[in-house]
């Protein structure tokens, strides 16, 4: 019962910015790593953004310095805040998370199903 749902997804120009933001339901009883991945059609998904518990966060080169990730704990919500957008920022982007649902011995990999970001001018 566990799903996670994305939202903020669409087109933007060139330099624009768009906040993606991902919440997690169901009967859960801890929420590890979270990271958000991208995926461009016919590519490998790629992780570019990755926050842990204790709020320590990875990003690729790529994004670094334009793409934010936070997490917000009580409201189980995770967002990517993305600046200075450009064409090859165009991708499906999905968040994941690593879950472990109320009563189960161990995490497992919960994904949201993906908003289309399009940066076209």
């Known amino acids: 019962q566990v799903q996670l749902v994305e939202s903020g997804g669409g087109l933007v120009q060139p330099g624009g910015s768009l906040r993606l933001s991902c919440a997690a339901s169901?009967?859960?009883?801890?929420?590890?790593?979270v990271g958000w991945y991208r995926q461009t059609s016919g590519k490998q998904r790629e992780l570019i953004a990755a926050?842990?518990?204790?709020?320590?966060?990875e990003y690729d080169n790529s994004v670094k310095g334009r793409f934010t990730i936070s997490r917000d704990n009580a409201k189980r919500t995770f967002a990517l805040e993305m600046h200075s957008l450009k064409p090859e920022d165009t991708a499906v982007y999905f968040c994941?998370?690593?879950?472990?649902?109320?009563?189960?011995?161990?995490?497992?990999?919960?994904w949201g199903q993906g908003t289309q970001v399009t940066v076209s001018s």
């Open positions: 169901g009967s859960i009883f801890r929420i590890d790593d």
């Open positions: 994941s998370a690593e879950i472990l649902p109320t009563g189960q011995l161990s995490p497992e990999p919960y």
């Open positions: 926050i842990t518990v204790g709020g320590r966060t």
